[in-house]
């Protein structure tokens, strides 16, 4: 077990290029309910050029933020990104309460979200919404189970176990909350 005196306390912020600062302001803090809480205008010379640009960042419940960047210059735009792969396994996941969940979702369908766009998945052990940023970028809003803190004791104990079994062949499942 890791000394947790040694561990990252949390999420500071996580950072990804946008295409449209404002489309993807209006998502985060006018659907999401995100507040923008900085927004930097830059130059730096990086990677061997001057690059300007934005960088804007939306609070998230614990300090964390998510973080985005737009270049002034088309050429950095283009060489930075943004480059989403396209698949479902590739993803930010949020923590929500139900109730946060459902205005999320009340305010996605109101502005015209349906599926594919946007679903929701039962796991088991949480139930969860995803929905598609004006990036690309795929986000999952989580509600854990009613008895998050055992299910979480189960797994911690048996995790290591788990993947061995796993990486050896067995890849019988052990989600029983379905």
């Known amino acids: 077990m890791a000394d947790t005196k040694l561990m990252p306390a949390r999420l500071h912020h996580t950072a990804y290029v946008t295409r449209d600062q404002e489309a993807t302001r209006k998502f985060y803090e006018d659907l999401i309910g995100l507040p923008l809480v900085a927004a930097w205008s830059e130059a730096d010379v990086l990677f061997g050029a001057e690059r300007v640009y934005c960088h804007t960042f939306f609070g998230l419940g614990d300090g964390g933020a998510l973080a985005f960047f737009q270049f002034a210059n088309k050429e950095d735009q283009d060489l930075f990104g943004p480059k989403m792969p396209q698949s479902p396994f590739h993803h930010v996941a949020l923590k929500a309460d139900r109730q946060t969940q459902d205005a999320i979702h009340s305010r996605l369908v109101a502005a015209g979200y349906k599926e594919p766009a946007m679903y929701i998945l039962e796991h088991g052990y949480c139930r969860s919404l995803y929905v ?12 854990d189970h009613p008895e998050v803190e055992k299910i979480s004791r189960d797994r911690l104990a048996d995790a290591h176990a788990v993947l061995k079994r796993w990486l050896a062949g067995d890849h019988t499942s052990n989600n029983a909350y379905r």
């Open 132 to 143: 598609e940023d004006p990036n690309g970028l795929l986000l999952e809003f989580t509600v």
